[in-house]
């Protein structure tokens, strides 16, 4: 099949939407793939006890407390480590030890996304560290578990994130070839 068309449909704020369509002969194939603009990066903190810190949080848009990870944007101009140190600072107040684990795309061939997976070895407290003020969008508690209470938690429906789930495998890919 060739490429008859690739027309974007929808293009606001770094958000694009793209409309392909494949055809050979009378066949016809469209495919639409999502772009949003900045890329991810993930965070997982481990303390020198081996625990696990996870943001525990309720956004507006939802009634539901979640369990995850810290994570966020990739800003302009930043490389993958300074936002995945910021992301850390920013949800946690926390700093260690960083360990690039490696990358997934949530959502391959469908939306234009990677999120970069660090590992934050003997994560602390920051020096002088504030607690942020909840902002409009999330608001965010520090919460510590055992490497079992995670396990747990996955295994008892209680962390279902995707990408909570595939840093996770990531992590314990990297722990068991050690």
């Known amino acids: 099949m060739k490429l008859i068309s690739n027309n974007e449909v929808y293009k606001k704020d770094g958000v694009v939407l793209t409309e392909k369509i494949f055809g050979s002969g009378s066949k016809k194939i469209t495919r639409v793939s999502l772009s949003l603009g900045k890329n991810t990066v993930l965070i997982i903190p481990l303390d020198k006890d081996q625990n696990f810190y996870l943001g525990r949080q309720k956004r507006k848009s939802s009634n539901n407390f979640i369990l995850e990870f810290p994570n966020g ?12 140190k910021r992301e850390l600072s920013e ?25 970069s997976v660090f590992l934050c070895k003997n994560a602390k407290e920051q020096e ?46 990297k722990i068991n070839r050690q």
């Open 91 to 115: 949800e946690l107040g926390l700093e260690g030890d960083m360990e690039y684990l490696g990358e997934f795309k949530p959502f391959d061939r469908v939306v234009d996304l990677t999120v």
């Open 73 to 84: 944007g990739i800003e302009k101009d930043e490389n993958i480590l300074e936002a995945a």
């Open 128 to 173: 002088n560290y504030k607690k942020l003020p909840s902002d409009f969008y999330e608001k965010i508690e520090r919460k510590k578990f055992t490497k079992d209470e995670v396990y747990n938690l996955i295994n008892e429906g209680g962390i279902k994130h995707s990408y909570f789930l595939s840093a996770f495998s990531l992590y314990n890919s």
